[in-house]
């Protein structure tokens, strides 16, 4: 079975500031997908960016990027220029990319993130 | 298309009592999955519909649990004879077929029992 691992319980950044979350998961599969989800106070679950384990690129969104390590089953989000609006719990996810899976996400337990004016 | 809506978003009730969650998914989504939030944890897989057929159950449903998704569009999540521990947030997610697809979230709705 596949597990999601997250080892920081919370962080804190400085505005402008940039900050990285770890996220190291467990699974003998070679085609999966990774994802970092937002979840803010009392909203909903947005996606932050994912990962296709078959490209070796690190993806990008805007100030969100990666990195991803897959010999090392590592995936850590980098923030950068931190800004108020980014404070949330951060959730790293695996999906099995097999034919016939159901496709749900395995979650990790999440980092919660605070930024500091 | 305003995205995927849960109702209630709060719900209280008595240990020992019925309650039904809906979730409305994007309208030309035919994947729908629940999963379940609980204080400090990630989201945890419930179930999963493709169109209207219940394809995948997890563990987590036990007997007192039961989904539906007439005609592929809605779902609806009941718990039977509600326990202490069953309460948490239930999520739904919608998305198109494929797993390269992204699942798009409801706000949730958050079970709270007496």
């Known amino acids: 079975a596949q597990t999601v691992t997250q080892s920081q319980p919370e962080m804190s950044v400085q505005e402008a500031e940039t900050v990285t979350l770890s996220c190291t998961y467990d699974?003998?599969?070679?085609?999966?997908?990774l994802f970092w989800y937002k979840q803010p106070p009392s909203r909903q679950m947005i996606l932050v960016i994912r990962?296709?384990?078959?490209?070796?690129q690190n993806a990008t969104e805007n100030r969100f990027s990666v990195n991803f390590q897959k010999a090392a089953k590592s995936f850590s989000l980098k923030i950068s220029d931190s800004q108020l609006g980014d404070a949330a719990m951060y959730f790293c996810a695996y999906r099995s990319a097999l034919r016939g899976s159901q496709g749900n996400l395995i979650f990790g337990k999440g980092t919660k993130l605070s930024v500091k004016p | 298309d305003t995205g995927v809506s849960q109702d209630p978003r709060h719900k209280i009730t008595k240990r020992g009592q019925n309650v039904t969650f809906r979730c409305d998914p994007i309208s030309e989504h035919n994947r729908l999955y629940w999963y379940r939030q609980t204080l400090g944890q990630g989201p945890e897989f419930l179930t999963y519909f493709q169109n209207e057929a219940q394809l995948e159950k997890s563990r987590l449903l036990s007997d007192r649990f039961s989904a539906e998704r007439p005609k592929g569009s809605f779902s609806t999540l009941e718990i039977q004879r509600t326990e202490q521990g069953d309460s948490a947030m239930y999520l739904c997610?919608?998305?198109?077929?494929?797993?390269?697809?992204?699942?798009?979230f409801g706000d949730g709705t958050r079970l709270s029992i007496l």
């Open positions: 997610a919608s998305s198109l077929a494929g797993n390269d697809q992204p699942q798009h």
């Open positions: 990962q296709e384990a078959y490209k070796q």
């Open positions: 699974t003998s599969e070679s085609d999966y997908y």
